[in-house]
């Protein structure tokens, strides 16, 4: 009971909204619910429970790549349609340190040290200083051969030219065959 309304937990309420959508709703869902809290074996024992109902094998297949690191509902769209498209998955919130163990950088998305993701929302580069600061990190992971891809909200509302812009950048990498 909320101010004598009668609700359901976050788990619950995570479960019926991906229930009630596509595989990327519910990957964006369900990773918020695990990044607030919510256990695996919470939404394991609901998915159980509404074995019967609609949309629950939707749910079973989003919480086998549910992540509570993805920080954002553009991580988890971006990860979504990553997933769709079958392209490698990557690490998640992989930090980069400095010879004396100081982090210097924590990206979003890491291929196997050879390729770094980052979603942008943007609103970090309302300031100079801020744009200056990323371009140094940047340039710190460039200095280790590592390539860099950014992408922002525009990019995954044109799935193709999204997964289009990773091959290519995975290929230079040479993670994938050319």
């Known amino acids: 009971m909320v101010e004598g309304i009668l609700t359901t937990t976050l788990a619950r309420t995570a479960m019926d909204v991906a229930r009630s959508g ?3 709703e519910a990957l964006v869902v369900l990773d918020g619910a695990l990044r607030a809290g919510v256990t695996i074996e919470e939404l394991a024992i ?3 429970r509404g074995r019967r109902r609609r949309g629950i094998a939707l749910v079973r297949q989003a919480i086998t790549s549910a992540d509570g690191r993805s920080e954002s509902a553009g991580e988890s769209l971006s990860r979504a ?4 498209a079958g392209i490698p998955l990557p690490d998640l919130q992989v930090e980069y340190r400095e010879d004396d163990g100081e982090v210097f950088a924590r990206v979003d998305f890491e291929w196997g040290g050879r390729v770094v993701g980052e979603f942008d ?3 970090k580069y309302c300031d100079a200083g ?6 140094r990190r940047e340039d710190k992971l460039r200095a280790l051969g590592i390539i860099v891809v ?10 193709d030219r999204f997964i289009a ?4 950048t995975f290929t230079a990498a040479g993670l994938l065959a050319a």
């Open 22 to 24: 596509s595989f990327t």
């Open 46 to 48: 609901l998915t159980d």
């Open 81 to 84: 349609l990553m997933i769709r």
């Open 121 to 123: 929302g943007l609103m």
């Open 130 to 135: 801020d744009v200056v600061a990323e371009k």
């Open 150 to 159: 950014r992408w922002t909200w525009d990019d995954p509302r044109h799935p």
């Open 165 to 168: 812009l990773l091959r290519r």
